[in-house]
DNA sequence: CAGGGCTTGTCAAGGCTTTGTTCAGTGATA
DNA sequence: TATCACTGAACAAAGCCTTGACAAGCCCTG
């Protein structure tokens, strides 16, 4: 039994709202203690939690309300709205130019000397898990070129040779480990120097469900940001439902799926195929080692495996089709 | 059997509050000795760890002790189970409630309207996937108070209760993602910042295999980086050979493992059972929510939950064992 | 387009309750 | 002798309760 400030907290409603709801309209009767201390059991928090979702989706309170007293209501089908205001939009003009499908994040090829020499470095540092000293390379690298420039030429190939190694056994685990969070908290500090405005995201970012290695999207990401994109980043393993939802919710116009193992190639055409149910489809894109692996019927564009490219492509699309004047 | 000291020691609590709880919920018994003095025995410990555990996630007291007094409760199921462990499921969109469901903030020892309202904030905004916001709120609570502080008091709470929204179907998925996403990305900052010299790492952070939940674990690598010691962050799923390796080519005193779901447990044994059998190994601690479910044969001590106790007793030990004056 | 009425979130006043802490005085332990 | 414990009482701060009021927004009507 909650008392009604974690109620509070847990719906995200404010004490004073909880109260005039059930003053008012009488959502929740929530248990008493002798002195007189509302108890919210978890029904009563799904109730509120219900009734604060169909008060965000536009209905007027009072009507929520009475939705939500008609007896018989299924509270569980009620909270997660599927499909919100259908506004009408602008039609959406897919481009439909196909973008080279290259193998991988980075070409691997036309490494300088001293892009290589730093690319060993970071392994070695990463196999004698010296953290500080991945800290030190990595400073050299950003601070030599930019972010785009250093993540292909040496970051992304160093962890891919970690991540041979880790397949030969050469390298345990644990350094494979504490090399990507070294680079990932590096992602991040990127990511966060990036900042950009308040502005709802246009770009999603993502792995499909089961998907897990995610420091390229992350690196995409971050990549997107830096060029001025809204880019809301959601990580690994995202159910096709949540993708559904999320782009609903956000009304993003390009979704960008992570495909970086060869299962990935499935759950990213599941969440395809849901995306194109909704009424206003987002312009979804593939991206990762294994985006060259998807069928070409898939209904999805594949990023280039240079990140400029790659984000230049998304800014594109987002300009046409946030003018609609004529695509492709 | 402890005097109420060393039960106050080992549980974190003050010894007028496990005097006050005594008198005014019963949560424990304590035999006594001749002359009245109280001695408590595993069992009283663990029950005042579990209602100190519930009382940290926003149960109000006398919530807490009425659970803990319904007949036939399971003292190592209690503590648990808040599950901040989206085990995502992908096919089931959600499991419908009749979840136990535990609350979300933490009071301790007066949080603020401030806190409380944070906490609240942020789980709104993560409900909106409104990640400029949470950042926003973020900035805010890290302006306010100590890092130490500010994850007990706001971030850890939210986390809490946007995972058990999630449990409860009243959060997405996505949106949970996108803000342990952004709150990692804050404590990878403050990781940076607090980034300690050189030295050879003498403390390991990271999860057993199978373990998946590293937030919490991130954190307290956090503080324990902020606190000056040299720590090794190694991540998720971490399997038992490369704790063992890990441990043999740093020569690091203490190892740390989240314990953040029921099967840890049994991963983390497995683990303590491995490095037991090195020739120097190192002291094995393990935190996080399900440690209090670890049989007390398992040879490892447990954290307290509060951040800066646990960090204390990391300090200590190393300092213990620098100097080999005896050992515990 | 103005004005009246209704809806709805927020706030304040005044008064209990809950809860962690502190104090005083006394006895036990090492 | 200094530290640790015990009890009971007393507090202060924070929670919570109810009632009532109010301002902003929305809708309808004239």
Redo the contacts with the bound molecule.
């Keep these: 039994m909650y008392?009604?400030?974690q109620a509070a907290v847990r719906t995200g409603l404010?004490?004073?709202?909880i109260?005039?709801?059930e003053?008012r309209y009488g959502v929740v009767h929530p248990a008493r203690?002798?002195?007189?201390?509302?108890l919210y059991d978890d029904e009563a928090i799904q109730r509120l939690a219900a009734m604060q979702q169909l008060?965000a989706d536009g209905w007027?309170?009072?009507q929520a309300a009475q939705r939500l007293l008609e007896p018989g209501i299924d509270l569980a089908a009620l909270p997660n709205r599927q499909s919100v205001n259908p506004r009408p939009m602008p039609s959406l003009s897919r481009p439909t130019d196909r973008f080279g499908s290259e193998p991988s994040l980075t070409s691997g090829s036309g490494l300088g000397e001293r892009d290589l020499s730093l690319v060993a470095d970071l392994v070695s540092a990463a196999r004698e898990l010296d953290v500080p000293g991945m800290e030190r390379i990595l400073d050299e690298c950003f601070a030599a070129q930019r972010f785009e420039l250093a993540i292909e030429g040496i970051v992304s190939p160093a962890l891919r040779a970690i991540g041979s190694s880790w397949a030969e056994g050469t390298i345990d685990v644990a350094a494979e480990h504490a090399a990507s969070e070294t680079i990932r908290r590096r992602l991040a500090r990127f990511f966060d120097a990036a900042g950009v405005g308040d502005r709802v995201p246009s770009v999603i970012v993502g792995l499909p469900p089961g998907g897990y290695h995610e420091i390229g999207a992350f690196a995409f990401a971050v990549a997107g940001r830096r060029a001025g994109l809204d880019v809301l980043y959601l990580g690994a393993n995202v159910p096709a439902e949540s993708w559904v939802r999320t782009v609903n919710e956000t009304r993003a116009g390009v979704v960008i799926l992570g495909v970086v193992a060869p299962a990935d190639v499935d759950s990213a055409a599941e969440v395809i195929d849901a995306l194109r149910l909704i009424d206003r489809p987002p312009v979804v894109l593939i991206g990762g080692p294994f985006a060259a692996d998807a069928p070409d019927a898939m209904d999805a564009l594949r990023l280039p495996a240079a990140l400029d490219a790659a984000v230049a492509v998304v800014v594109e699309i987002l300009d046409s089709t946030r003018r609609p004047t004529s695509a492709a």
Tied chains: 1, 2.
């Design positions: 008392t009604i400030k404010s004490v004073a709202v109260r005039v709801w003053r203690t002798a002195a007189g201390y509302r008060v007027a309170p009072s």
